[in-house]
């Protein structure tokens, strides 16, 4: 009998996790020298299957996936000019930026938020709408909110053309963890396994409450780096969670990306090149052993 499961996954936290595999091309782009890969660079039917698939190998339960959960902030902070803050940032930098008056630095504040709110609204629009059209049991869900601080500068300088070079402030997501915590306990009579992508510690209390009603709870994340030397990314669940699993990052640039969503070819070069050197690390790594280490059944298929 398989186990229904379900798996969640805190958007914002992920999204962090995916954007630190970054790289430049040989010789670098001079106008995009660092390349990061995010939600639209993978293949995520793949994933969710073969991740499921490494719970069946350690476990030795077979899981069906009922359903995955992805979830981001509904909206964003609204625009509100603050004079009183505008005055304040020319008080703390005026000295190094003479021609700061409140008006320019509302408008400069108004023009880091409207670039903020676009790229918001768009990661939803040509992003995610399209993630969930080409993945089987996927839904997006949007709750919270996504704060952002125009008027609390978190770089003001002059840059290379003597241009004012002004970001306010991204707080992050509020509500969001809330809004995963309150499904996976609503929704816990439906399931048999829960497998949680995050590594907030705010989630201790939910997984501990879903253990104490006899779910399975299991943890999953990705990775820098192969073999022993694997450095996982939020894995401060992993000693709480019944069973934690993850891809390595040979896994990760080997199995799951995706080479026609737009990387250029040079990064695609670049990219890999890294797995070449994954594998070098791995085969290395291999010889110290009488038998090299295990790797699961549906990635070496995959492979």
């Not at 609503?186 to 907030?200: E, I, N, Q, T, W």
């Not at 993850?246 to 080479?259: K, M, Q, R, S």
């Not at 791995?282 to 492979?303: C, F, G, N, T």
């Amino acid at each position: 009998m398989a186990l229904k499961t379900v798996i969640f996954v805190d958007g914002q936290n992920f999204r962090h996790n995916l954007r630190d595999f970054h790289f430049r091309s040989d010789p670098p782009h001079p106008n995009n020298p660092e390349y990061r890969l995010d939600e639209k660079h993978f293949r995520w039917q793949e994933f969710f299957q073969d991740a499921l698939a490494k719970f069946d190998y350690v476990t030795g339960w077979q899981h069906q996936l009922a359903r995955v959960y992805w979830y981001y902030a509904e909206n964003i902070t609204p625009w509100s000019p603050n004079l009183w803050r505008a005055q304040r940032i020319v008080d703390d930098y005026g000295m190094r930026i003479p021609e700061l008056t409140t008006d320019l630095v509302i408008q400069k504040a108004q023009d880091w938020y409207e670039h903020e709110f676009r790229r918001f609204h768009q990661l939803r629009k040509s992003v995610f709408e399209e993630i969930q059209q080409n993945t089987n049991f996927l839904e997006f869900r949007y709750v919270g909110q996504y704060v952002v601080q125009p008027f609390r500068p978190y770089r003001l300088e002059y840059d290379y053309d003597g241009n004012i070079n002004f970001q306010g402030t991204q707080v992050g997501e509020k509500g969001v963890d809330i809004g995963i915590a309150v499904d996976m306990i609503s929704k816990m009579d439906s399931f048999d396994a829960a497998v949680l992508v995050s590594g907030d510690s705010d989630f201790f209390p939910v997984v501990k409450f879903l253990k104490d009603n006899l779910k399975y709870v299991y943890h999953f994340s990705v990775g820098r780096g192969v073999g022993n030397e694997t450095q996982y990314f939020s894995s401060s669940l992993r000693g709480l969670v019944d069973c934690f699993q993850g891809f390595d990052e040979l896994e990760l640039l080997t199995n799951y990306v995706n080479e026609h969503a737009g990387i250029p070819p040079a990064i695609m070069d670049t990219i890999n090149m890294r797995a070449a050197e994954l594998e070098r690390i791995l085969d290395e790594e291999s010889m110290d052993y009488d038998h090299p280490p295990e790797r699961d059944a549906a990635v070496i298929q995959r492979r």
